[in-house]
């Protein structure tokens, strides 16, 4: 394994500029960012309640018992139900990334049907880059962060760039290569940031903050948390291109 390269960190925005820009994004496009993240949990819980209704019918003809004859009649509904959220969960994630590209100037609608061309090809560049990171992870944790820093910017590659699979990995790789120490730097001080915000929840046996948090996380520093990557992964390129 290829040691990480010395950072140029000039050449990467400045954290400051990275949480500044973000929240400049956000501001302008929240409407947008939180719709896009509340449509696919409008579709897991209707889902979810769909399979449940199923079940519980399949359930009702077995006088509430899950007879050996039954569970083959369970397993289509799960599965449909599996692979239904995962796209839809993939979709979410490929408008979420396509609004930010375009600066928060798109239509739900429009994002939508972006996202379905390329959910083919997200859920297996997710699969590859998963699989590469618990390689990483079973080597010792130090690969494991190694390669996450590497192909951190592969899904954004895709959905920006119209490049997926094994190239985008490589891809990702060219951009991190000599800012590695910057790029995980940044990374690493927004997930500090987070660990403190929910340590900081944590205290609280109050069910309301908990609530209010949760809240807050999903629909503000989880699409603050995009919005800043993305930005990180723009900085990359433009310095790779520039070197």
Same mark, same amino acid.
């Given at each position: 394994?290829?040691?990480?390269?010395?950072?140029?960190?000039?050449?990467?925005?400045?954290?400051?500029?990275?949480?500044?820009?973000?929240?400049?994004?956000? $501001?302008?496009?929240?409407?947008?960012?939180?719709?896009?993240?509340?449509?696919?949990?409008?579709?897991?819980?209707?889902?979810?309640?769909?399979?449940?209704?199923?079940?519980?019918?399949?359930?009702?003809?077995?006088?509430?018992?899950?007879?050996?004859?039954?569970?083959?009649?369970?397993?289509?509904?799960?599965?449909?139900?599996?692979?239904?959220?995962?796209?839809?969960?993939?979709?979410?994630?490929?408008?979420?990334?396509?609004?930010?590209?375009?600066?928060?100037?798109?239509?739900?609608?429009?994002?939508?049907?972006?996202?379905?061309?390329?959910?083919?090809?997200?859920?297996?560049?997710?699969?590859?880059?998963?699989?590469?990171?618990?390689?990483?992870?079973?080597?010792?944790?130090?690969?494991?962060?190694?390669?996450?820093?590497?192909?951190?910017?592969?899904?954004?590659?895709?959905?920006?760039?119209?490049?997926?699979?094994?190239?985008?990995?490589?891809?990702?790789?060219?951009?991190? $290569?000599?800012?590695?120490?910057?790029?995980?730097?940044?990374?690493?001080?927004?997930?500090?940031?987070?660990?403190?915000?929910?340590?900081?929840?944590?205290?609280?046996?109050?069910?309301?903050?908990?609530?209010?948090?949760?809240?807050?996380?999903?629909?503000?520093?989880?699409?603050?948390?995009?919005?800043?990557?993305? $930005?990180?992964?723009?900085?990359? $390129?433009?310095?790779?291109?520039?070197?």
């Amino acid at each position: 394994m290829d040691a990480p390269a010395q950072v140029t960190a000039s050449k990467l925005p400045s954290i400051g500029e990275l949480f500044s820009q973000s929240w400049t994004l956000y $501001k302008s496009s929240w409407k947008l960012l939180v719709w896009l993240i509340l449509l696919p949990i409008l579709v897991t819980i209707a889902v979810v309640v769909i399979i449940g209704i199923i079940i519980a019918t399949i359930l009702a003809v077995s006088n509430g018992q899950i007879t050996p004859d039954r569970i083959p009649l369970l397993i289509p509904p799960a599965l449909v139900a599996v692979i239904v959220l995962v796209i839809i969960n993939s979709m979410g994630q490929i408008a979420l990334i396509k609004a930010i590209s375009m600066g928060g100037q798109a239509k739900v609608k429009e994002l939508i049907s972006m996202s379905w061309a390329l959910t083919g090809r997200y859920i297996l560049l997710s699969l590859l880059s998963g699989l590469v990171m618990l390689l990483g992870l079973i080597l010792l944790i130090i690969p494991g962060i190694i390669f996450m820093v590497w192909y951190m910017f592969a899904t954004y590659i895709l959905v920006t760039e119209n490049i997926g699979g094994i190239a985008a990995l490589k891809k990702s790789k060219s951009y991190v $290569k000599g800012k590695f120490w910057g790029v995980l730097g940044r990374v690493g001080l927004l997930t500090l940031v987070v660990l403190v915000i929910s340590w900081l929840a944590s205290l609280s046996d109050n069910q309301a903050i908990t609530i209010i948090f949760q809240l807050l996380s999903t629909f503000i520093i989880a699409p603050l948390a995009s919005i800043y990557t993305f $930005k990180l992964y723009q900085g990359a $390129k433009a310095s790779t291109s520039q070197a």
